[in-house]
C-alpha cells in the first residue's frame, strides 16, 4: 500500500537513515579528539585558550565543543563530557547551538542565493558572526546569573607526549558511537515516525500522500503561523518548514520544496518562495533558522549529557525565545528603512 511505502521509505529509511549519517562524522571525531587526548596535546589546547575564553564565563576546554559546533551540534555536545566541572560544561552546551551547523548551510545557501543575489556571502556571514556575538554575550550573562558561583579553577595535569595505543583509542570509539546509536538513534526513530504520520494524515485518519495541505501538520502549523506573523513570515508553509526542521535542518529546504510543489534550487528559488518571502522577511527567516532549538538527534544528545531535564527543557525554549526576539528586532528594525 502507498501508505507503507511512504512510511518505511520517508519515514523510517529517512528518520534512521538521518542518525546513520552522523555516525562516520562522530566515529571520525572522537578517533581524533581520542588521538589528541592521549598523545597528551589536547590539555595543552585547553590550557592555552582559559584566559580569553573566562572573559566569557567558559573555561578552555569549551573551545573545542563550540568550534565543532560548525560542524554538527551533536558531536559537539557529546564533546563537552571531557569537562569534569558540571557548570562549565552545562555552560558550553547551552552556548554550542548558537554555532550555525553544516545542516543549516543548504537552508542559508538557497534563500539568500534567491533573495540576496548580489550580497549573499555577507547575508550568510552576519548569519556565523551573529551566532558567535550572541554566544558571548549570554555567555557574559550566565557568568553573571545562572552559574555565577562557579568559580572553580582551571587545574589540568599537562601529561607528557606519548604515542596513542590503538587498541584503546578504537575501544574509545566504539563506546561513544554505540552509545549514540542506541539513546539518539531510538528517539530519531520514534520521532521520524511521528512526523510522517503528522505530514501524511488527516484529522479523518486520511493518508493524504503528497497533499501536504490536508494533513495534521498543515493544520497545526495553521494554528502557529500567526505567532510568526510579526517576525514576517505568518505563511503557515514556512511555519511547517521550521517544525520540520527540528528533525533535521535540511529538512526545512525538502519541505518547503514539497510545499511549492517543485524543487527548489538557486534558479527557481526567487520565483517559488516569492509569495512567502520578501527579500526582509527572508532574512528574518534566516535569522531564525540560525538560532532556533537544534534537531531532535542534538536535543537527545543534549539531554544526555546535562543530566537534566530542567536544563534541557531550558534549552529548547531559551533558544526559540532568543530566535524568536532576534528574528523580531531584524524585521522590525528592517521596515523602518524599507
Given at each position: 500500500p502507498a501508505w507503507l511505502v511512504s512510511l518505511v521509505c520517508d519515514g523510517v529509511l529517512s528518520g534512521v537513515g538521518g542518525v546513520i549519517t552522523f555516525v562516520p562524522e562522530i566515529a571520525i571525531l572522537f578517533f581524533?579528539?581520542?588521538?589528541?587526548?592521549?598523545?597528551g596535546y589536547m590539555s595543552r589546547i585547553a590550557f592555552i585558550m582559559d584566559r580569553p575564553m573566562r572573559k566569557i564565563g567558559l573555561s578552555g576546554k569549551s573551545f573545542i565543543p563550540l568550534l565543532m559546533g560548525f560542524g554538527c551540534t551533536v558531536p559537539a555536545a557529546m564533546a563537552a563530557r571531557t569537562m569534569e566541572n558540571m557548570q562549565d560544561k552545562r555552560n558550553t552546551i547551552l552556548l554550542v547551538p548558537f554555532m550555525?551547523?553544516?545542516?543549516?548551510?543548504?537552508?542559508?545557501?538557497?534563500i539568500a542565493g534567491a533573495f540576496f543575489s548580489k550580497g549573499h556571502t555577507l547575508?550568510?556571514?552576519?548569519?556565523?558572526?551573529?551566532?558567535?556575538?550572541l554566544?558571548?554575550?549570554?555567555?557574559?550573562l550566565f557568568k553573571k546569573t545562572i552559574f555565577k558561583d562557579n568559580n572553580a579553577a582551571f587545574m589540568m595535569e599537562l601529561p607528557p607526549y606519548r604515542m596513542p595505543k590503538f587498541k584503546d583509542t578504537m575501544l574509545h570509539v566504539w563506546e561513544r558511537v554505540k552509545h549514540?546509536?542506541?539513546?539518539?538513534?531510538t528517539?530519531?526513530?520514534?520521532?521520524?515516525?511521528?512526523?510522517?504520520?503528522?505530514m501524511h494524515f488527516s484529522f479523518s485518519f486520511r493518508f493524504v500522500g503528497e497533499q501536504v495541505e490536508d494533513s495534521i501538520l498543515s493544520a497545526i502549523g495553521g494554528v502557529i503561523a500567526p505567532i510568526f506573523k510579526p517576525l514576517g513570515f505568518g505563511s503557515w508553509m514556512a511555519v511547517v518548514a521550521l517544525l520540520t526542521g527540528f528533525i533535521a535542518k535540511e529538512s526545512v529546504v525538502s519541505t518547503l520544496s514539497v510545499l511549492v510543489g517543485s524543487t527548489l534550487t538557486a534558479g527557481n528559488a526567487l520565483s517559488a518562495l516569492g509569495t512567502l518571502?520578501?527579500?526582509l522577511s527572508a532574512y528574518s527567516f534566516l535569522v531564525f533558522v540560525s538560532l532556533y532549538t537544534p534537531c531532535i538527534a542534538a536535543v537527545s544528545t543534549m539531554s544526555r549529557e546535562l543530566q537534566s531535564k530542567k536544563f534541557t527543557a531550558f534549552v529548547v525554549v531559551f533558544q526559540i525565545l532568543v530566535a524568536y526576539l532576534a528574528a523580531f528586532l531584524v524585521y522590525s528594525i528592517g521596515l523602518l528603512f524599507v
Amino acid at each position: 500500500p502507498a501508505w507503507l511505502v511512504s512510511l518505511v521509505c520517508d519515514g523510517v529509511l529517512s528518520g534512521v537513515g538521518g542518525v546513520i549519517t552522523f555516525v562516520p562524522e562522530i566515529a571520525i571525531l572522537f578517533f581524533l579528539l581520542s588521538i589528541l587526548e592521549d598523545s597528551g596535546y589536547m590539555s595543552r589546547i585547553a590550557f592555552i585558550m582559559d584566559r580569553p575564553m573566562r572573559k566569557i564565563g567558559l573555561s578552555g576546554k569549551s573551545f573545542i565543543p563550540l568550534l565543532m559546533g560548525f560542524g554538527c551540534t551533536v558531536p559537539a555536545a557529546m564533546a563537552a563530557r571531557t569537562m569534569e566541572n558540571m557548570q562549565d560544561k552545562r555552560n558550553t552546551i547551552l552556548l554550542v547551538p548558537f554555532m550555525s551547523c553544516s545542516a543549516k548551510l543548504p537552508v542559508y545557501a538557497l534563500i539568500a542565493g534567491a533573495f540576496f543575489s548580489k550580497g549573499h556571502t555577507l547575508v550568510v556571514l552576519s548569519l556565523y558572526l551573529g551566532g558567535i556575538v550572541l554566544a558571548a554575550l549570554f555567555g557574559l550573562l550566565f557568568k553573571k546569573t545562572i552559574f555565577k558561583d562557579n568559580n572553580a579553577a582551571f587545574m589540568m595535569e599537562l601529561p607528557p607526549y606519548r604515542m596513542p595505543k590503538f587498541k584503546d583509542t578504537m575501544l574509545h570509539v566504539w563506546e561513544r558511537v554505540k552509545h549514540f546509536l542506541v539513546k539518539a538513534g531510538t528517539l530519531i526513530f520514534v520521532m521520524s515516525v511521528v512526523v510522517w504520520l503528522l505530514m501524511h494524515f488527516s484529522f479523518s485518519f486520511r493518508f493524504v500522500g503528497e497533499q501536504v495541505e490536508d494533513s495534521i501538520l498543515s493544520a497545526i502549523g495553521g494554528v502557529i503561523a500567526p505567532i510568526f506573523k510579526p517576525l514576517g513570515f505568518g505563511s503557515w508553509m514556512a511555519v511547517v518548514a521550521l517544525l520540520t526542521g527540528f528533525i533535521a535542518k535540511e529538512s526545512v529546504v525538502s519541505t518547503l520544496s514539497v510545499l511549492v510543489g517543485s524543487t527548489l534550487t538557486a534558479g527557481n528559488a526567487l520565483s517559488a518562495l516569492g509569495t512567502l518571502f520578501t527579500p526582509l522577511s527572508a532574512y528574518s527567516f534566516l535569522v531564525f533558522v540560525s538560532l532556533y532549538t537544534p534537531c531532535i538527534a542534538a536535543v537527545s544528545t543534549m539531554s544526555r549529557e546535562l543530566q537534566s531535564k530542567k536544563f534541557t527543557a531550558f534549552v529548547v525554549v531559551f533558544q526559540i525565545l532568543v530566535a524568536y526576539l532576534a528574528a523580531f528586532l531584524v524585521y522590525s528594525i528592517g521596515l523602518l528603512f524599507v
